[in-house]
């Protein structure tokens, strides 16, 4: 894919389906009784890794595009694949069916692509070993494979180290097999979209500031779920109109979850025009139409518990910083290490090829603003994050921008190239 600088952008966008909530739409359905009617389900190969898992134990699952159909079987309904179980690309795959594997009464290898076997599984690993499940690393090494054989679960009280859904969410799906009560706490309080969605479904779950916590109870019943826009994939267009002169774009039907719209308060903090349009919500995750014009964006300070609302979009937040006045500092954001890629490395090496004035740290990077940027050969590392943010980058680089497996923006957004076309 070869970038160029582009003068303006102009019109509007749909944005594909949430991954976060089309992932658990199908994983929760296939454990509920009865159907659930799934609209707008994103057809990215993450997605599709997770429909093609729940199959392999017996799953029927009619994928018609935006309308996908899963005929659930009980919490207890599953039966053991045939063969090892292919997470793909998917970290939320892997970790959220370990929890549900692990209250099976069958035993199943998850596997995945080289990217995936370099993802640290211990997180998951540690509470459903305390919950009472078998689980291990068949290479002995903290990452996939993992062989899982479920037992007899009890609930647990869990205190996680990091703030993330697919920990929350794996030991949560483990606590409705478990006897007794499962409680999770994070230091920040992460993406919420499993407590939603379990509650949706008639779950016994509540929340209490940072802490999750679920009663087992009687089975799931099958819903009807609308999966929002993706406001990490929105992300993109949102930071190309802030940061092209003469731009306007309308975003169309955006998750809004305060858990995820830390974009929209980072945007705003560095005075971003954006406005919320047709506010709506559905299935219990509220959208809206967003509309941002072209903005003299300043530095800011990203640090802290907003970190967890917008860790797949500091990649482009990053990548903003470079065209903003001033100077950006972003913080607590180790996490962005174990992603596709070592998001930090790659981005601050990819960064200082096009010119930026950017520095690594321990956990974040510092970005002194406002500097020239010019095209740049970018190698991807094959993760979607990267490649989108350097298609709108090049878009404000002189010359241009040549992005080496551009092809891997399919795992999460497959027509992302053509949507950001049209607006040219």
Do not use: W
Not at 353 to 369: F, L
């Amino acid at each position: 894919m070869i970038v160029s600088k582009t003068k303006r952008l102009r019109g509007e966008v749909s944005i594909p389906g949430d991954k976060s909530v089309s992932h658990r739409s199908v994983m929760f359905g296939a454990i509920a009784r009865g159907t659930t009617e799934i609209h707008h389900y994103l057809q990215g190969a993450d997605c599709l890794s997770t429909i093609s898992c729940f199959r392999k134990m017996g799953i029927e699952i009619d994928n018609r595009g935006e309308t996908v159909l899963v005929r659930g079987k009980g919490l207890r309904g599953l039966t053991q694949p045939d063969g090892v179980l292919d997470c793909g690309n998917s970290g939320t795959t892997m970790r959220l069916i370990s929890g549900i594997l692990a209250g099976q009464p069958f035993g199943a290898v998850l596997t995945g692509d080289d990217s995936i076997r370099k993802r640290p599984m211990n997180r998951i690993m540690e509470p459903l070993g305390l919950m009472g499940a078998h689980i291990r690393s068949t290479e002995n090494n903290g990452y996939a494979p993992l062989e899982i054989l479920g037992g007899h679960l009890h609930g647990i009280s869990y205190t996680s180290r990091v703030a993330s859904a697919q920990v929350k969410s794996a030991i949560l799906l483990a606590g409705l097999y478990a006897e007794g009560e499962t409680r999770v706490t994070e230091p920040y309080l992460s993406r919420n979209h499993s407590e939603i969605m379990l509650n949706h479904f008639g779950a016994d779950i509540r929340t209490e500031g940072t802490c999750a916590i679920l009663r087992p109870g009687g089975e799931l019943q099958g819903r009807k779920i609308l999966v929002p826009g993706d406001i990490s994939s929105a992300a993109y267009f949102i930071c190309a109109g802030l940061m092209v002169p003469d731009s306007e774009i309308l975003i169309r039907n955006v998750g809004i979850n305060p858990t995820r719209e830390g974009i929209l308060r980072v945007s705003r903090a560095m005075g971003a025009h954006i406005t919320l349009l047709d506010e709506q919500s559905g299935s219990g995750e509220p959208t809206a139409d967003i509309l941002v014009r072209s903005s003299s964006l300043h530095g800011t300070v990203i640090e802290g518990a907003i970190i967890p609302t917008l860790i797949d979009e500091l990649p482009m937040i990053a990548a903003m910083a470079c065209l903003a006045e001033g100077k950006t500092v972003i913080r607590d954001a180790a996490e962005l290490k174990v992603k596709e890629s070592n998001r930090l490395e790659v981005m601050v090496r990819c960064l200082k090829a096009m010119g930026a004035d950017v520095t690594e740290t321990d956990d974040g990077m510092i970005i002194e603003g406002g500097k020239p940027l010019s095209g740049a050969v970018i190698d991807s590392r094959l993760d979607h994050r990267i490649a989108m943010t350097f298609a709108v980058l090049g878009l404000c680089a002189e010359g241009e921008t040549r992005i080496l497996g551009s092809e891997c923006v399919n795992i999460s957004y497959p027509g992302f190239y053509e949507d950001l076309k049209r607006l040219q």
